[in-house]
């Protein structure tokens, strides 16, 4: 059975970047890209490809293309049989040089449909069909953090922070990823399984101590994980019927986490253990000590942390 969830990331892509889209595309896909548009930029794309053939080069179903100085425009087509199509151009620029960015494409049976920076942007109809896409190539004065892929939308939006988006009636300021409030709580709902992972991103203080990212189930704790700045350690460890189990601590890189940094942090479940990088980086795994994943229903995070985005 298909669970829903999150396939692996890319984490900071060097660009021009073409790579596999996991499974393709198909109904109810989003592929989140994470970036900074450069000072110096003049225009970049984003590909849905039908293969990475460079030359001849591939069919590219939806061709996303931002351009600053041609009046400050979106360009939208479709490369099919070494031809281009009929564009599509949108006269709104939602992109800023020198800012953060946030593209969300939701794959629907008819269209693309494409959010920047948690607001609706534009619907591109299917010219190609989906089953022949599957690679994605993102080009241009960039600097990519993270491309994630969620295989279901989260239900009743495709923008996760649906209930705080702008008037589109109303000019948009540069781009700031919002902040998540700490302490942070939410349902994980079906639980954990092999596949499953979670993505956290955000800054630490300057003054930080520590914070803690929980993943629990009633008043267990199955994984805490619990990075400490003074220790300069990340303590790994589970609290079931009220009681800590043995810390873990070895971190074989040193710590990765620093005041004053923004972070990306992976924990990927498989049969065994959870598995966790932190930008990019592979640190460590953690054996499971509940037999049961699916029973942890709930994501706490609490401390010293500035979350800009969760993904679970």
Request: with cysteine; aromatic share 12%; charged share 15%.
């Amino acid at each position: 059975m298909a669970h829903s969830g999150q396939l692996a990331p890319y984490f900071k892509p060097s660009l021009p970047f073409t790579g596999p889209i996991p499974c393709g595309l198909h109904d109810g896909l989003m592929v989140i890209i994470h970036g900074t548009v450069l000072p110096t930029c003049d225009s970049f794309k984003i590909d849905f490809q039908c293969g990475s053939c460079p030359s001849p080069h591939a069919d590219i179903a939806l061709h996303f293309n931002p351009r600053f100085k041609e009046g400050g425009c979106v360009v939208c087509n479709t490369f099919e049989r070494q031809n281009w199509g009929r564009e599509e151009r949108k006269y709104e620029m939602p992109f800023f040089k020198g800012h953060p960015f946030e593209i969300q494409v939701l794959v629907k049976r008819d269209s693309f449909q494409v959010a920047v920076n948690g607001n609706p942007f534009m619907e591109y109809k299917h010219r190609i069909p989906l089953s022949k896409v599957n690679h994605l190539s993102v080009s241009g004065d960039v600097d990519v953090t993270m491309i994630s892929f969620q295989t279901t939308a989260p239900p009743g939006a495709w923008c996760p922070r649906a209930a705080g988006i702008s008037n589109p009636a109303f000019p948009l300021g540069p781009y700031q990823p919002q902040t998540y409030p700490v302490p942070y709580h939410t349902s994980i709902f079906g639980g954990f399984y092999p596949s499953r992972s979670l993505i956290l991103t955000g800054t630490i203080p300057l003054d930080a101590d520590q914070f803690h990212v929980n993943l629990k189930w009633g008043e267990h704790i199955a994984f805490h994980l619990n990075p400490r700045f003074s220790e300069k350690t990340i303590v790994r460890s589970s609290q079931l019927h009220q009681s800590w189990g043995p810390e873990e601590r070895g971190l074989p890189s040193g710590m990765p986490l620093h005041r004053g940094q923004n972070f990306i942090i992976w924990i990927l479940c498989d049969a065994h253990s959870f598995k966790v990088a932190v930008n990019g980086q592979h640190q460590f795994e953690y054996n499971h000590r509940v037999p049961n994943l699916q029973q942890i229903d709930r994501l706490e995070i609490e401390g010293d942390v500035m979350l800009t985005y969760v993904q679970v």
